[in-house]
């Protein structure tokens, strides 16, 4: 007999107690294991000491706001985190996004919804079965069913999202994706063909592949139109 499967461990940071037992109860009926916390440093303390499947941030916190809290987890972290605002303009996701957030919801988002998302990142950030499929575009090396990028040897910590962006990209080499092509690409995550997801995830692709936007290595762009993989030299 199977040992029973352990249930996906979610970490959520709000402060709001009342609708952090809403959603506690919800999730716990969907089959999630939460645990919640109520301010910044302790919220960021137990999501810097591991074992989190997935963590939901809420952006307004006591003690330490929720983008300093991403950002100091991101230093040691690459568990994905949801996002929650309670005014949603298009200047939070970016500064939420461009910190490393993986998705975005506003406050007001129904726990139906919030949990398809949840379900959505999980999928993504799951590891898949080997063997591997590598794809080598001169010193970066991509493996995707391990979900891992190495540049010169080293292994980057990509975001989910910013691995599914490369990844579609890498499938395409040396074509252009447009912004449409790319959300497509990702199934599981839903951009607002409006705002500046995509640029914001590619802005960080490039940081973390030390490409240069003006005389790009990997990533260019072609203005108006979209992004395409190269092979360094290649133009």
């Known amino acids: 007999m199977s040992a029973p499967q352990r ?3 979610l970490l959520l940071i709000d402060d709001d107690v009342k609708l952090t037992r809403l959603l506690t109860g919800y999730l716990h009926e969907q089959g999630y294991s939460v645990t919640p916390a109520h301010d910044g440093p302790s919220g960021l303390a137990l999501a810097a000491g591991g074992g989190w499947d997935l963590v939901v941030l809420d952006g307004m916190l006591p003690g330490l ?3 300093e809290v991403l950002k100091r987890l991101r230093e040691t972290s690459r568990v994905p985190v949801l996002m929650l605002t309670a005014r949603g303009d298009e200047g939070d996701r970016v500064m939420g996004l461009d910190q490393g957030a993986d998705d975005y919801l506003p406050k007001t988002v129904s ?3 919030l949990t398809a ?4 990142l999980l999928r993504r950030a799951a590891p898949a079965e080997p063997p591997s499929r590598l794809l080598d575009f001169g010193g970066l090396q991509l493996d995707l069913d391990g979900r891992s990028v190495r540049l010169g040897g080293t292994e980057l910590a ?3 999202v910013e691995f599914d962006l ?3 990209l890498a499938r395409h080499a040396g ?4 912004r449409e092509q790319l959300v497509e690409g990702l199934r599981d995550r839903r951009f607002d063909a409006n705002d500046r997801s ?3 995830h590619i802005t960080a692709l490039r940081r973390k592949l030390g490409d240069d936007p003006r005389e790009p290595r990997y990533i260019r762009t072609v203005r108006g139109a979209g992004y395409l993989l190269q092979k360094p030299d290649s133009r």
């Open 7 to 9: 249930p996906p461990q």
């Open 65 to 67: 706001d929720g983008l």
């Open 111 to 113: 726990p139906r919804e």
């Open 117 to 120: 998302r949840i379900r959505a």
């Open 158 to 160: 990509l975001t989910p």
């Open 166 to 168: 490369l990844a579609e």
């Open 175 to 178: 074509r252009l994706r447009s």
């Open 198 to 200: 995509v640029d914001v």
